[in-house]
């Protein structure tokens, strides 16, 4: 009983914590629920790049799309319109401003080295090494715990970079952004692999410096700079009227939803839908905390959700009414009504489990979105059917009789007039240990 | 009951005993639909058997300058009235005007954004948009008329498939670790039912109704894929259960039949749950979440039925036809 009693002041605290959550953190919604901003790029020519390709453009929206969307779900849009222009819509964001700094900068990025002028001055010179040799670059730290800007180029760039560093070895190499010098390491030694570091010298980068480094090598792993020609915000995709009524009529069926749990399993019913309503706070705290963007085809992963935590909810009260039926007594019951459950439970939402993990890696950008939440909400959902269910369950009921079986929806007569009770014997003992 | 042990308080259904019933109907429930989608296969064009919208073939966006504020209820009207001039699903998106960027005519508060089907050079679609416009706003002012791609592209929708195919694999697997393969093939088989009976629904009402499959439809298929496995494992789980108290008592037959009858009460009030909120979707809900919505009321239904009279069978008729070569041999 004493267990029972903490983990419902944990159940408690975690529906607080949720609050907390739901309060403090911003809601984000997509594009076609909320709208956002809209921008359109234009693709700029490079001494290197002539002309923009098809093939540029393709890789031009990779690059942006690999920027924007960091949890791989259609959080924003990038199209192609045109030959050489990407429209990208982000969601949420109405401030243009705003809109701005989250697409980064779109200028390129390129590698220079150091060379002597013709009056001993010392100049930078083109290496054929820009933005678009460069796969990644994040924040780290080293073994002393200074913050670090680590280097990751692709293939292209990892050869070039080998040979640039093998010829370079105790000399600088700068890198220019948008024309300006951002830093000027030294290289040590020849680096091979396509993996750099770049610290900050003996006192180290600030916490600051070294995020703008990242952000800037970010950006720069551009194929062609582009610049900014449009700008505007936008209404969401689905329609606002069309969003308004689907958020009346959500509402309406939940709330039925709810009511019909009581009506078919009254005390039990009721219990599950103070759970259900829990499991959402909790789901809707995850999402925000994460941060989830929330599409249409992500709501309709959350409602399919919730509809597996009914579900669940379903399977155990009609398995303690079987229980019950079979004249088993109450704590018996409710314990196999969880127990026998549990099995169909666990091996349905396994399947759903492996199923959103597979369209989540593979899947394209709406179908990662249902995946995510969908994977997300079963997980709780498990946590929330039964942990919390059961909890308040046994907090009611505690070990006593059933004295009013119309509590459960059944009928004084119908307790222990169904079928033998040769089925739970094997595990009664169990059942009867109050844990 | 003549049997002399019933675990069962109520036998409503009999699976075992009218199986080709059952399996009929199940053919019979598939039939129009596979025939919707061969006629559609070979009647549409670039043999695609559903209708698609923009979503996968891209069209036109034509962009309206007007000088009024737009409400929620005028952005329905303009869809209707847009639907009443024939022109089918169109995507409608308010863009708020930017006054720095509206540099010839900054009287222009906000943009009216309608995507479409492909236009092309017909000028009398044009204006027929603009007249429908013209109703309401004051000299609607075309911006332009752009074309744009599918954001759901053939790639997006073979990568889809590929992902598609390897869950069913994993659940396969999973359900043959679990159960059998024979349970794991049912499962599947019945997954292949509800996806091919709403698809064929879909070919069926883009046919006679011009209906259209967005980006959404792949998200629906989804959903009701992930209700279908739910609901033949639960019956699934009931006969494992069942058959390690009562194989040596009873029959697989009256097994599967007691199974299904334990569970039949949660089935139908599990779907009954989903169906009260898709319900009130359809009729409360928007426009444009409409056929979205359909095709799960559509999926979980059929869901429901198949986990109940064709998985169920599949597993009673392949176990009957084992012993059946035991016996034989």
Redesign the interface.
Known sequence: MKNKIILFWAIVLIVIASIVTICVKPTKLGLDLV?GS?LVLEAETTKDIATITPDVMSRLQFAIENRVNKLGVAET?V????DKRL?IEIPNVTD?KEAKAFLGETAQLVFKKEAVGKDGEQVWEDVGLTGQDLAKSTLSTDQTGQWVVSLEFNAAGSKKFADLTKALVGKQMAIFFDGELQSAPVIREPIYGGKAQISGGDSGFEYAEAERMVNLLNAGALPVPAKIV?????????????????K???A???G??ML??VL?YRLPGLIADIALIIYSLMLFALFKAIPVTLT??GI??F??SI??A??AN??IF?RMK?EL?AGRNLFTAINSGFD?AF??IF??N???I??SV??Y???????KG??LT?AIGVVVSMFSAITITKNFMHLIFGTGELKYPALFGLKAS?IG????A??TKRENARFGILD | MATS?????RHLIDIVKYRVVWLCITAMLLLPGTIGLIWAAIHNEHHIPLKVGIDYTGGTILQYGVKEDIS??A??TI?TNLEKAGLENP????????AE?QKENKDIKN?I?IRTKFIGQETSTVNKITEVLSQDYQNPDLISV?S??P??GKE??K??L???T??FL??TI??TV?FKFDYALAAILGIAHDVLFVTGAFALLGIFYNVQVD??F???I??V???S??DT??VF??V??NLR?YSKKMSFGEIMNASVN??L??SL??S???L??????????????KD?VLA?ILGITIGTWSSIFFCSVLVEFWEDKKKKAVSAA
């Open positions: 709208g809209r849009v199209q192609q319109v045109g429209l243009l449009e700008e505007n915000t936008v209404g969401p995709t689905l329609g606002a009227d069309s969003i308004a009524k689907s009346f009529a959500g309406v069926g939940l039925f939803v019909f749990m078919v249409l085809a309709a992963g409602i399919l509809g597996m009914v579900d379903i399977l009609e079987e039926r026998r099995t169909s091996d349905s396994m399947t759903t492996i199923t597979i369209l890696m593979l899947g394209s950008s709406i179908v249902f995946a969908l119908e007039k169904a079928y033998e040769t089925e | 042990i019933n675990i069962t308080s929620n209820t952005l329905g869809r995507n409608i998106q308010i863009i708020h005007a930017n960027n943009i954004s752009s744009v791609g954001t759901l997006l929708f990568n889809s590929i992902a598609l390897l869950a994993g659940i999973y359900l679990r980006g959404l792949i998200t629906a989804l959903t894929v992930g209700f496995v739910h494992i639960v789980d009931r494992r259960e108290y334990q569970t009460a949660r009030n599990t009954l749950t989903i009260i909120t898709l319900l009130a979707l359809y009729f409360f809900g928007g426009v444009t979440t979205f799960m």
